[in-house]
């Protein structure tokens, strides 16, 4: 996951690079006498590398202009405090400052995308950002007593 704006230029650019290998990769394979299909296999990996960098990047591109998911489990909240920090434009060091912890705290409750945190971890955070939590809790048809 793109977690700032340097990661993203340098997505972008890795997306360029790709893009040129690939083209050069299929060249060369052409010319080695290989078939369409074979080269197609022998690309695909690099085309999947590529792709999922550019759902990387298009996600990061979606929540810097404030387009977030909706979380339906309770597992995806630490990728919706990444993307609000992100969002919001604060740094990793800006956050660790307003909640009084290390920046390397920072980096390691978001690398594991707040996996663990608890509860009281979770709202700190929320607060540092000024978000506001809305819980919503439905009853699936054709259960219960």
């Known amino acids: ?9 340098k997505a972008l650019e890795k997306l360029k690079q790709d893009r040129e290998f690939i083209v050069n990769e299929e060249k060369r394979f052409n010319d080695m006498g290989l078939n ?4 197609e296999m022998a690309i695909q990996p690099l085309i999947s590398f590529h792709e999922q960098l550019k759902e990387e990047v298009k996600y990061y ?3 810097k202009r404030g387009s977030f998911n909706p979380i339906h489990k309770f597992t995806d909240i630490g990728k919706s405090l990444i993307a609000y920090r992100i969002y919001k434009g604060m740094s990793q ?4 400052e307003i909640l009084n912890v290390s920046e390397s705290q920072v980096s390691r409750d978001e690398r594991h995308e707040y996996y663990g945190a608890t509860t ?6 929320m607060k540092a950002m000024d978000m506001k939590t ?4 439905e009853i699936s048809a054709g259960t219960g007593a």
Not at 134 to 137: F, L, R
């Open 36 to 39: 369409s299909e074979q080269i």
């Open 134 to 137: 809305v819980i919503s809790i």
């Open 120 to 125: 009281e971890k979770i709202e700190k955070v």
């Open 93 to 96: 060091a800006q956050l660790a």
């Open 61 to 63: 591109e979606r929540i």
């Open 1 to 9: 996951m793109i977690k700032n704006e340097a990661a993203y230029q």
